[in-house]
């Protein structure tokens, strides 16, 4: 790849190639990556409800209707807080201010991403951050199938759509 990108003779070697590239060697970069704490962690994987908190990519009014457009406004539907994002649930929601309680209990009161992500790599505590995340996130799917089931209903009363379709363009 490097060799192509500097338009050179296949004789020429990997690294000469990578230099002239402005590339690091891909041996060497695994290596660093491979020192990198987050990468050499001992403890498990991210589950995929904890995947959705640290990315903001999941079950959150914010990306449900700003990304992919599934959700007419961002707010929170469980607590009607205009913009529902992986930092309002985590933080702020009243709704999960029980198990909110039981993880900086057991962590401190920090619950910033940074802080989340400290803990899971230095602490024993990485296990309470998955409860804490498995529990409200699958609270939050569950509300958005039923939501989902509830708009499919043909007894659900329809809403009135209003078109105008003389306005100018
Ligand atoms: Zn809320």
Redesign the pocket.
Known sequence: MATRAVRGYRTISRDAACLLAGSVPWDLDTRALADVEWVDRKKGALSFRLTQVLTGHGCFGRYLCEIVGREETTR?H??D?ER?TAA??LT????WTRQRAALTTAIGPDLSLPALVSVMLTSEQKSDVEKFTEEIISNKEQAERDRGRRALDPLRPRRRVIRNDNLPP
């Open positions: 929170c469980h607590c807080d529902d309002h649930t702020a929601c009243p709704s």
